[in-house]
T-cell receptor, first 115, second 111 residues
């Protein structure tokens, strides 16, 4: 079974704090993704990585950075948390395919509240 | 990615089959049909995907019409734990690409 784990299910932080969200997958997937999910806005891609030390901006990278030092681990960093970053954060991973199939598997999510 | 249309909600009695429809009339030849579900406050869970043949796994069956313009996800014996929002997505997964969820179908399984 594919296993994607996230460091916390729930997190409460203060405005201005630096926040680290960690994601680990055990399937040797090349690709890893960070999304946020908000009511009415659906799933939005923040960053993704297709290899160790590689990263690409998604649709909403402002205010976030990422780190991928090992293949199995992808970290999302909120440099200075703000209230508009209160959200559900979802990590996903997938194999890099040469065809047209690419199945992403998600972690349980981290619900972040910034006060 | 092609647009999909799903009913906003459906009900199903526990133990009965749940048949969730999805229309994707603008699907192109190399786009796959994917189904995910999301139980309240949890991460999305991959269910199944297919191109043109019917597919079955331990969770569900996927029936795709011959013209590929619609599909049905079948949960053969729904349980209370299958209550969730089900998303039908049509996409080309090129190497790595973002996933977009529409509004989905809220399936409520009742005793």
């Amino acid at each position: 079974d594919v296993k994607v784990t996230q460091s916390s299910r729930y997190l409460v932080k203060r405005t201005g704090e630096k926040v680290f969200l960690e994601c680990v997958q055990d399937m040797d997937h090349e690709n890893m993704f960070w999304y946020r999910q908000d009511p009415g806005l659906g799933l939005r891609l923040i960053y993704f990585s297709y290899d160790v030390k590689m990263k690409e901006k998604g649709d909403i990278p402002e205010g976030y950075s990422v780190s991928r030092e090992k293949k199995e681990r992808f970290s999302l960093i909120l440099e200075s948390a703000s209230t508009n970053q209160t959200s559900m954060y979802l990590c996903a991973s997938s194999f890099r395919t040469t065809g047209y199939q690419e199945t992403q598997y998600f972690g349980p999510g981290t619900r972040l509240l910034v006060l | 990615d092609a647009k999909t249309t799903q009913p906003p909600s459906m009900d199903c009695a526990e133990g009965r089959a749940a048949n969730l429809p999805c229309n994707h009339s603008t699907i192109s030849g190399n786009e796959y049909v994917y189904w995910y579900r999301q139980i309240h406050s949890q991460g999305p869970q991959y269910i199944i995907h297919g191109l043109k043949n019917n597919e079955t796994n331990e969770m569900a069956s996927l029936i795709i019409t011959e013209d590929r313009k619609s599909s049905t996800l079948i949960l053969p014996h729904a349980t209370l734990r299958d209550t969730a929002v089900y998303y039908c997505i049509v996409r080309v997964g090129l190497g790595y690409s973002t996933l977009t969820f529409g509004k989905g179908t809220m399936l409520l399984v009742s005793p």
